[in-house]
């Protein structure tokens, strides 16, 4: 699943918001095992297992934008709607927070 989230944080903003958000997600959501790894400045790879089933995907910092880009389980595919409301809800509320 591919979505796109539009921000309006600066770059280097736009990457501490994330690294933070990430951070707190895993320490709130122990249960889920999130793991998350930087492969650059501007992409993140997180992995986590919700319901037994893994979940794998990648975020991209982009100007104005993060790209995100999942590979869903067949039991999560039908709510990819929900799924993607939530990461514009979500990610639209931490930005609030760090709008500078």
Same mark, same amino acid.
């Given at each position: 699943?591919? %979505?796109?989230? #539009? %921000? &309006?944080?600066? &770059?280097?903003?736009?990457?501490?918001?994330?690294? /933070?958000?990430?951070?707190?997600?895993?320490? %709130?959501? #122990?249960? !889920? @095992? +999130? #793991?998350?790894?930087?492969?650059?400045? @501007?992409?993140?790879?997180?992995?986590?297992?919700? /319901?037994?089933? @893994?979940? #794998?995907? *990648?975020?991209?910092?982009?100007? =104005? /934008? !993060?790209?995100?880009?999942?590979? +869903? &389980? +067949? $039991?999560?595919? &039908? $709510?990819?709607?929900?799924?993607?409301? =939530?990461?514009? *809800?979500?990610? *639209?509320?931490?930005?609030?927070?760090?709008? *500078?």
């Amino acid at each position: 699943m591919k %979505h796109t989230v #539009k %921000h &309006p944080l600066a &770059p280097e903003r736009a990457r501490q918001m994330l690294t /933070s958000l990430l951070d707190t997600y895993r320490d %709130h959501y #122990k249960d !889920y @095992d +999130l #793991k998350t790894e930087w492969k650059d400045d @501007d992409t993140a790879t997180v992995d986590m297992c919700i /319901s037994g089933r @893994d979940i #794998k995907g *990648e975020v991209k910092i982009c100007d =104005g /934008s !993060y790209e995100v880009d999942m590979e +869903l &389980p +067949l $039991f999560f595919r &039908p $709510f990819k709607g929900r799924i993607r409301k =939530g990461l514009d *809800e979500e990610i *639209e509320r931490w930005c609030e927070q760090w709008a *500078e």
